[in-house]
Each structure stands twice: as C-alpha cells, then as structure tokens.
C-alpha cells in the first residue's frame, strides 16, 4: 500500500529565510506527486505536482520541489519566505495507473516568525 | 473559471441525525471525489463518481453514500450521525482525458455533530 510520511509537525522558519518541507513515499514504482497547501478553515490548494521528466518542478507563489527517486523524496522548498505563507502543507501521492485516490501525509504546519 | 464549490460552508447536526452536502465541480470536469479531514485523523479518501457512477470507496461505513447527477455535481450524504463524524469534508474535482491525474479541491463543509 502507498503511504507518505512528513516527519516535521511543526517548522517555525523567519520571514525572508529558506524553506524545505520533507515529505517521503512508499510505494512500488514511480507515483504522482502533490504538494498541496491548507490556509486556516479553507480547503486544499495545488502548489504543484510531478509526474515525469524534470525531477525539479516549479509551482505558485514561488514553491519548487525537487523528486529523488533513490531517496523516495520529493521535498518542497522556497528561497525566501513570506508571512503569507503560514499554513499547513501537505503532500500527497497517487498511483500512476488504474483508481486515483490521493494518499495524503499527515502535513505540516508552517509559522513565520517576524 | 470558477473553482469547486460546495454548500453548506459548515452545518450543525445532532447525533442520529442526517446530514446532506453538496460540492459542484469544475466546469468540464467529470470526476468527484469526497474527502474527510478529522482532528487526528488526517485527510482520509471517502467516496470517487465519475460519470454518474461511484467507482470506488474509501474504508467508511454504508452509512456514508452520495451520487452523482447527470451535470455532475454530487452529494455526499451521512446517516445516522455520529460525533466522531465531526469534520471538514473535502470534495475535488478532475477532468476526463487530458489532466485527469490532478485533483482540484474546493473550500469544504464543516460539519459539527452534537
């Protein structure tokens, strides 16, 4: 079964510092990857995904992600946050043939510190 | 374009009670997929219609069934209320073809059982 796994509940990161989300996925072969974000009381947005090609893929608001297959890791990152960009974040995988459930991590939530 | 919505933003139910709720995709998209995101629990698959038809359920009991009309759009309905039923439901939203691995995600209903 596919499962993904963000190790960090929390991350405080200052505004205008890096950031890098971790996000790790079990399954057989090469799945799609999501990253999406949940702003206080409102639903999911895609950030981004990755399906094949490029391993770095390029999303809104300045998010990029990186996949690694021989990590099983497709970490998002941005060089400089914004204190707009406190929410939770979540990545997901889905299986790249047959029923399209999305498997989510448990997320983690981003504070920005002033 | 305007993205998925879904009615009521939050509703307040009692035990034992039913409760009805309503998402509409996407114009052009095809795909429905229900979500549930509750306290501890995480973002867990509930119910996938695609034209017309549910093509896959999450692990929930029958008591939570929907369907989908013919312009799509789709209700999920929960029976029989319980508290820990308390949530935000998530719907989602993918086309037919062409971009079909992505779902996009609407604002959720937040249900409360008392």
């Known amino acids: 079964a596919q499962s993904v796994t963000q190790p960090d509940i929390h991350i405080t990161v200052s505004e205008g510092a890096s950031l890098e989300l971790r996000c790790n996925y079990s399954y057989g072969a090469t799945p799609y990857l999501f990253w999406y974000v949940q702003s206080p009381g409102q639903g999911l947005q895609l950030l981004l995904k990755?399906?094949?090609?490029?391993?770095l893929v390029q999303g809104i608001k300045g998010f990029e992600a990186e996949f690694k297959r021989s990590q099983s890791s497709f970490n998002l990152r941005k060089p400089s946050v914004h204190w707009s960009d406190a929410a939770e974040y979540f990545c997901a995988v889905r299986k790249n043939t047959g029923f399209q459930k999305l498997v989510f991590g448990t997320g983690t939530r981003l504070l920005v510190s002033p | 374009e305007a993205g998925v919505t879904q009615s009521p933003t939050h509703l307040i139910k009692t035990r034992g009670q039913q409760a009805t709720l309503r998402c509409s995709p996407i114009s052009g998209h095809t795909s429905v997929y229900w979500y549930q995101q509750a306290l501890g629990l995480g973002l867990q698959f509930l119910l996938w219609y695609d034209e017309g038809e549910e093509r896959n359920r999450g692990n929930f009991p029958p008591r939570f069934s929907g369907r989908q009309f013919p312009n799509y759009s789709s209700e999920l309905n929960v029976n029989a209320l319980e508290l820990e039923d308390s949530a935000l439901y998530l719907c989602?939203?993918?086309?037919?073809?062409?971009?079909?691995?992505?779902?996009?995600f609407g604002p959720g209903t937040r249900l409360l059982v008392l």
């Open positions: 989602a939203s993918s086309p037919a073809g062409r971009g079909k691995e992505t779902q996009y």
């Open positions: 990755y399906f094949s090609g490029d391993t």
